[in-house]
């Protein structure tokens, strides 16, 4: 038999710390649970084999203490540790079907290394996509103009100028640039073919509306005379016309009103204004003709000479003429529409203005200085003309159009250009005249008399 197994007590255990449920107090170290059962021990003494054996018999009492405690604490929390571990099982069953679906997804990519059936078939699908998306385009297209085909030969057939000129107006922003009316370089040929239908359709329609207007307003060959009819007694192109308001409210729908009036101003200067303002001896009058069978009620405005010299004095009575003329037009060329009026006015006012300067201010302008007090009548008077155009809307409110009143604020600047045209006049007369040969019959005949006049 040997001698005791000795352990040295200066090489501390390297086992951890076992706690023990209900001891106020745990060992460090296999040594501190010994002295804690001997008291009296030197820590600097080896362990003999009754210490040892004690040693185990406390290690195997706190195993058992520490199975019971464990068994207990199992059996207080049965149902928390049974939920536990049922979610513990599903999270790796989980865990195991995400690893085989991964497996299954890239085993095709273990069994292919260069991954070019892979990139090719991907090359593929985006060309399809590609080409799916430039049909779907195309197809946008064809629809947009085989659309657009329709709607013109829709318009082009109606009969009603009203829904022909509704539809061009309505296919102007899609056929027109309204940056220009050129078409774009990446424009496909099949739109400018579009609008180049478009454009001959609001032609037909100009052309044909702007006939019709003037196959409503007759005027007499000799002038001083003018018919309007609520529609045209017949129709120069073979189809049957339709009502002037109907034909001035299609043109301005196709925004062609002042190319559908353009001609029917442009006789009313000449058969009507011109005689009106240039002759001092006329009346106007107005006669109104009820319908009669399947022709239109007319209206007829005649220029007449008159026995009475009126004279133009201060131009209220020239005035009041064109005013009456003016209300002709209005009521039943225009129809009494304000948009028509202005656009007959912008046609007509510039030349009426003119023919108003030309036959009566530019004669009124005084030829002496001291008759450009009794001018203010004039200028008075044309200022109420004005005035009285404003309030019809037939110029704009503003001084813009006011041509008129301008001139004859303007009375002494012309005052003064006839008085240096006079001047001009005789100055080069005496230039022809004058007899060098003989300067002083010449200047006695011809310079003093002018000078005379300079200095009256």
């Keep these: 038999r040997t001698g005791p197994k000795v352990i040295n007590s200066s090489t501390p255990p390297t086992s951890s710390r076992i706690p023990v449920v209900g001891e106020p107090a745990m060992a460090d170290d296999v040594r501190e649970l010994l002295l804690s059962t001997t008291a009296d021990a030197d820590p600097s003494t080896p362990l003999s084999a009754p210490d040892l054996r004690l040693l185990i018999d406390h290690l195997r009492h706190r195993s058992d203490h520490l199975h019971a405690s464990a068994l207990s604490f199992a059996a207080s929390n049965r149902e928390p540790l049974a939920s536990a571990l049922l979610r513990a099982a599903s999270s790796a069953a989980s865990s195991a079907s995400l690893q085989s679906s991964l497996q299954s997804a890239l085993s095709p990519l273990s069994s ?5 059936d892979l990139r090719s078939l991907s090359d593929r699908l985006v060309a399809a996509r590609r080409e799916l998306r430039e049909r779907q385009e195309h197809l946008a297209a064809a629809s947009s103009v085989a659309s657009l085909s329709a709607r013109l030969r829709a318009a082009r057939a109606s009969a009603n ?3 022909a000129a509704a539809a061009a107006a309505e296919l102007k922003p899609l ?3 309204p940056e220009g009316s050129g078409s774009g370089g990446d424009e496909p040929v099949v739109f400018g073919l579009l609008r180049g239908e478009w454009e001959q359709l609001v032609d037909e329609l100009q052309v044909g509306l702007s006939k019709n207007v003037e196959e409503c307003v007759e005027f007499a060959p000799d002038g001083g005379k003018v018919a309007v009819r609520a529609g045209p007694s017949g129709s120069s192109s073979g189809t049957p016309g339709v009502e002037l ?6 043109l301005e729908i196709i925004d062609s009103l002042d190319y559908g009036m353009a001609k029917v101003a442009d006789l009313m200067i000449k058969h009507v204004f011109v005689p009106a303002i240039s002759n001092i001896s006329v009346t106007v009058s107005v006669e109104v003709l009820e319908k009669s069978g399947s022709t239109y009620p007319a209206s007829v405005l005649n220029i007449v000479p008159s026995e009475e010299l009126q004279g133009y004095k201060d131009g209220s009575v020239l005035y009041s003429r064109i005013i009456d003329v003016i ?4 009521k039943f060329i225009c129809v009494e529409n304000i948009t028509w009026t ?5 046609l007509t006012w510039s030349r009426i203005s003119d023919l108003v300067i030309t036959h009566f201010l530019s004669e009124a302008v005084p030829d002496e200085a001291s008759k450009l007090i009794g001018f203010q009548d ?3 008077s044309t200022t109420e003309f004005e005035n009285t155009l404003r309030g019809m809307m037939f110029i704009s409110p503003d001084r813009k159009d006011g041509k008129l009143t301008q001139f004859v604020d303007d009375v002494e600047v012309h005052f003064a250009v006839r008085k240096r045209n006079e001047i001009l006049v005789k100055a080069r007369y005496i230039l022809v005249q004058y007899d060098y040969k003989n300067p002083l019959v010449s200047t006695k005949i011809y310079v003093l008399p002018l000078e005379n006049y300079l200095a009256g």
């Excluded at 209300?327 to 209005?330: D, E, G, H, V």
């Design 112 to 116: 292919s290394p260069d991954l070019s």
């Design 342 to 346: 202005q656009s007959f006015a912008k």
């Design 161 to 163: 100028p009203l829904d």
């Design 378 to 380: 004039v200028i008075r």
């Design 327 to 330: 209300k002709f037009a209005r």
């Design 245 to 250: 308001r109907v034909a001035l409210q299609a």
């Design 175 to 177: 056929l027109v640039n």
